[in-house]
């Protein structure tokens, strides 16, 4: 099974910040990443795929990047909905897998 | 607009079997493939397994598989998820969700829509 490592596991932030939260896969997936934010009581929503690609209606201050085994999520200008658990699952493989989570809380 | 509904025992007993319906609404039950995904309390999401309406295709997580059974009934545009001895371990939020599917390889196996998750509780 392919691991996913997310860092950190959670994070302060203020409304503003730039915040940025890191999947390293065990292995090249190239661009098979995937980025959920899941609300308290919710399920995930989809916010990024292929590693890049923002999911339709997902505000344009989230963003992701990378390939290979690094990537990031970053949002650029943090907002009172914004704070939640995050997740970056793999699809390059089967058994699909998740990171353990990065959460970001507030300051 | 796509729904996703998952339905069935919120307590079931150590040794048995865990069996939820997903059922799917807005939508064709055949034109995606569809997963089942799991999350303990205060912990990660794990994949169960998907199926597609073609009789036979479904693909399941090892660590799951010899006791993992999905299914889909396209006549009733639900899918079901059968779990066999059951254990504390299996407590969790039990999601049934659409793949994305398409001509994206990228997006492919992304989950757009989630059911709200139903609570499945293990214990005699």
């Known amino acids: 099974d392919i691991q996913m490592t997310q860092s950190p596991s959670s994070l302060s932030a203020s409304v503003g910040d730039r915040v940025t939260i890191t999947c390293r896969a065990s292995q090249n997936i190239g661009k098979y990443l995937i980025w959920y934010q899941q609300k308290p009581g919710k399920a995930p929503k989809l916010l990024i795929y292929g590693a890049s690609s923002l999911q339709s209606g997902v505000p344009s201050r989230f963003s992701g990047s990378g390939s290979g085994t690094d990537f990031t999520l970053t949002i650029s200008s943090l907002q009172p909905e914004d704070f939640a658990p995050y997740y970056c699952?793999?699809?390059?493989?089967?058994?699909?897998?998740f990171g353990g989570g990065t959460t970001v809380e507030i300051k | 607009q796509v729904q996703l509904q998952e339905s069935g025992p919120g307590l079931v007993k150590p040794s048995e079997t865990l069996s939820l319906t997903c059922s799917v609404s807005?939508?064709?039950?055949?034109?995606?493939?569809w997963s089942w995904i799991r999350q303990p309390p205060g912990k990660t999401l794990e994949w169960i397994g998907y199926?597609?309406?073609?009789?036979?295709?479904?693909n399941y997580n090892p660590s799951l598989k010899s006791r993992v059974t999905i299914s889909v009934d396209t006549s009733k545009t639900q899918f079901s998820l059968r779990l066999s001895s059951v254990s504390a371990a299996d407590t969790a939020i039990y999601y049934c969700a659409r793949h994305v599917g398409g001509t994206n390889g990228y997006a492919r196996d992304a989950f757009d829509i989630w059911g709200q998750g139903t609570m499945v509780t293990v214990s005699s």
């Open positions: 807005g939508d064709s039950i055949r034109s995606y493939y």
């Open positions: 199926t597609y309406y073609s009789g036979g295709n479904t």
């Open positions: 699952q793999q699809s390059y493989s089967t058994p699909f897998t």
